[in-house]
């Protein structure tokens, strides 16, 4: 288990959505995610388990629709614009409660873009995605590894709260190779009990009923309160996050996943002079981490955020701060990708007072 | 002694249905019914309910149920079926659902061959939403949004469905029946468990296509719309077996020699 090897990212979170019980995908090719229906479609048979190379992203997601319905650990995955198309069977799984599991491995946006990595599809992830009020838990990888460890966690919020879980990566973490170890003995999902909701063909008496509509008066609204109540459980005890060197810290670098690694990195090169930066990364985009940025926001004058977007994740922080501290904004979207040296630089300027990149409140 | 000739069947719920004076829904809902309960598969059956006028077929069928998207059905009863193969699973869709916006899905599950029935109600048009063209209104048909009529110029022809899939060899059985009259309701009935059997047997894909009327859509009286069917529907749409397994045939030209012989 704990063998340590070199792997792809994309085949990494194919690899760890099996281990963690995945029984059955369907996906449609689109860059830059191919490897993973690619590694699923000799894997999954290899454990007793399905792949399909489905018609279309919107097939792909009904069919995990179905067969998340009965019980099984299900993933999908895409990227930006098949994301897109999948968006209409997240919304039915968010209402009928289905656990499913799906990566969005974005490239760059909007319309068909590039297959550049990229970070614009924050703001899709976090806020639901389709149409009606929900929200699907978020997970967003900075490593290869945690792309290998992270799908165990899905599934298991996934299932313990009958809610949608995906992974937002990009095409540097799904293209790159880095060393894996899993930190999970394989789970046998035929040892797991078939939870009670799960269709199976059952007594009349008991027969079971998933679905997404109620006509009647009132009726969705309660749905909606009770889908609310879900949500507040895991706004409360879900958020996970890593944050760095925050005590001493004069600024305060923020970003997620690969813009994470540069914000690290800048704080790497930028102690090393002396400077006190510190580094805080979501781990979960939704639930947003909330407190960490509450518990120093008054200790810390500046805060700086770089995103592969357009300002997208600033507005979490910004709304985590609530206007107790300065913010500064770098971004880099579509394909482009920060450096370390690039961010260190910008944060000497802010530093010595140079509010170009600040943000309006 | 009093002799039971006719029960409702245990396969549906005690709900009342809300189809309108006339429909063909509630036939074929009690069809279908009847179907998985003489095949002794009441509690190893899963339908998928689509959205349109039988939207609340969740609650008329008395088995396990999942409602979805409108046109994935196919989709859908391939991830169920995938996972739960020894499971009876259909899909229960009307003419926009299947042949409009769920085209893709039930062309790539028929080419699959996935082991899955589809019951298909082709009444020719959009009901739960009012009454619009469907990909399967007749030329020269009204609708709301075919108000004179629909033509070749601006719609396109309607869609047979069973001879659009009889040209791929995924599926193993195809029928188009109708409900107008006691004996079509029979054959349609004979059709269903046909089509439930063979996927009990795991041969793969299979379609029933009943042709339905809509009295009020169509703004006729039930027994107008019954007259449509066999003056309009049936010609553009004409009855019968579309495929079949092989064994099937000979089993047929066996008991028409042996008839003949008698």
Same mark, same amino acid.
């Given at each position: 288990m704990a063998e340590r090897t070199l792997m792809k990212g994309n085949e990494a979170v194919a690899e760890g959505a099996v281990r963690a019980g995945c029984r059955f995908f369907a996906g449609y090719p689109i860059t830059p995610q191919n490897e993973i229906p690619e590694y699923m479609s000799w894997r999954l048979p290899e454990e007793g388990g399905t792949f399909i190379q489905a018609e279309s992203e919107v097939a792909a997601i009904n069919m995990l629709f179905g067969a998340s319905s009965v019980g099984t650990r299900v993933m999908t995955s895409s990227s930006s614009p098949g994301i897109s198309l999948k968006q209409e069977g997240v919304s039915y799984c968010a209402a009928a409660?289905?656990?499913?599991f799906y990566t969005n491995i974005v490239r760059g946006g909007p319309g068909l873009g590039n297959i550049a990595p990229s970070q614009g599809d924050y703001f899709q992830a976090t806020r639901g995605g389709g149409h009606g009020d929900y929200r699907v838990i978020v997970f967003a990888p900075k490593t290869v590894e945690e792309m290998a460890n992270f799908p165990r966690t899905c599934y298991e919020l996934a299932f313990k709260? *009958?809610?949608?879980?995906?992974?937002?990566?990009?095409?540097i973490l799904g293209q790159m190779m880095e060393p894996v170890t899993f930190e999970f003995d394989p789970i046998d999902p035929s040892t797991l009990d078939l939870p009670d909701w799960a269709l199976r063909g059952s007594k009349p008496e008991k027969r079971r009923v998933i679905k997404s509509y109620d006509l009647r008066p009132g009726k969705m609204e309660q749905w909606n309160f009770r889908l609310e109540k879900k949500y507040d459980e895991i706004r409360e005890k879900e958020p996970r996050y890593e944050a760095v060197n925050i005590d001493d810290a004069d600024i305060i670098l923020t970003g997620y996943g690969t813009a994470a690694r540069v914000c690290e990195s800048a704080m790497a090169l930028g102690r090393k002079e002396g400077l006190k930066i510190g580094y805080i990364r979501p781990i979960t985009l939704w639930p947003f981490p909330k407190s960490v940025f509450r518990e120093v *926001?008054?200790?810390v004058e500046?805060?700086?955020?770089?995103?592969?977007s357009l300002g997208q994740y600033v507005e979490d922080v910004k709304l985590s701060l609530n206007g107790r501290s300065e913010i500064y904004l770098h971004k880099r979207p579509a394909g482009g990708i920060p450096t370390g040296e690039e961010v260190l630089e910008l944060t000497r300027k802010i530093l010595s007072g140079d509010k170009t990149k600040q943000v309006e409140e | 002694?009093?002799?039971?000739?006719?029960?409702?069947?245990?396969?549906?719920?005690?709900?009342?249905?809300?189809?309108?004076?006339?429909?063909?829904?509630g036939v074929v809902h009690r069809l279908v019914a009847e179907c998985f309960m003489e095949l002794g598969v009441q509690e190893k059956t899963i339908g998928i309910g689509p959205v349109g006028c039988s939207v609340f077929a969740d609650e008329y069928f008395n088995c396990d149920m999942i409602q979805g998207a409108h046109g994935r059905g196919p989709a859908i009863a391939t991830g169920i079926k995938r996972c739960r193969p020894d499971r009876l699973v259909f899909s229960y869709q009307g003419d926009g659902d299947?042949?409009?916006?769920?085209?893709?899905?039930?062309?790539?599950?028929?080419?699959r061959s996935e082991n899955i029935t589809i019951i298909f109600i082709n009444n020719a048009i959009y009901g739960m939403t009012g009454g619009q063209m469907a990909p399967?209104?007749?030329?020269?048909?009204?609708?709301t949004t075919s108000p004179s009529g629909r033509t070749v110029e601006a719609n396109g022809y309607p869609i047979r469905v069973c001879e659009l899939l009889a040209a791929l060899d995924g599926p193993v059985y195809l029928e188009r029946v109708s409900v107008d009259k006691p004996a079509a309701v029979v054959k349609t009935k004979k059709a269903i468990k046909r089509a439930f059997e063979y996927q009990l047997e795991g041969r793969g894909f299979t379609l029933v296509e009943i042709l339905s009327q809509c009295p009020t859509d169509w703004h006729l009286t039930p027994l107008q719309a019954i007259e449509k069917i066999r003056k309009d529907l049936i010609p553009y749409y004409p009855l019968g077996i579309y495929r079949e397994?092989?064994?099937a045939k000979r089993a047929k030209k066996e008991k028409v020699a042996v008839e003949k012989e008698s």
């Open positions: 409660e289905l656990p499913i709260y *009958r809610i949608p879980t995906m992974m937002l990566a990009d095409g *926001r008054d200790k500046k805060f700086f955020v770089v995103e592969m | 002694m009093e002799k039971v000739v006719f029960e409702q069947t245990k396969g549906l719920t005690d709900i009342p249905m809300r189809y309108c004076p006339g429909c063909g829904h299947l042949a409009s916006i769920g085209a893709a899905e039930m062309l790539h599950s028929a080419m399967t209104t007749l030329l020269g048909m009204k609708s397994p092989e064994d």
